[in-house]
């Protein structure tokens, strides 16, 4: 089993709690202190405070997903039964399932113009 150690000339990443941020976030709100002064006290980037308090990049790191869970699942499930009923499968066909889905829900992937994925 591996054990990371991280290198002490890395840059830190989130050195603070989920909680720590909440509370500094909330006494900024109700006025008790400024973004500066709270990230002082609790050592919260600044930047992260402001962020934070106006609502900017409030989405998980990385890609966003374009299906939802339950759709993946109900593709996780689906692909299995086709290939028990011989019905060969490759790449394109999968993603041809998947435009077809988001064309049914409405929604506008740009990676599926022309019906090809790019």
Request: proline share 6%; hydrophobic share 30%.
């Amino acid at each position: 089993m591996r054990n990371y150690k991280c290198k002490p000339e890395n840059r830190p990443y989130q050195s603070y709690s989920s909680s720590t941020l909440d509370e500094a976030v909330q006494n900024v709100r109700v006025g008790k202190m400024s973004i500066l002064k709270a990230s002082k006290k609790y050592h919260v980037p600044y930047g992260t405070l402001w962020n934070k308090i106006h609502g900017l990049h409030g989405l998980k790191p990385g890609g966003q997903l374009r299906l939802s869970t339950e759709a993946e699942a109900s593709l996780v499930k689906t692909i299995p039964h086709l290939t028990q009923w011989k019905v060969p499968l490759d790449a394109m066909d999968i993603c041809c399932l998947v435009k077809s889905y988001l064309d049914k829900q409405g929604i506008v992937d740009w990676r599926f113009k022309n019906n090809y994925p790019t």
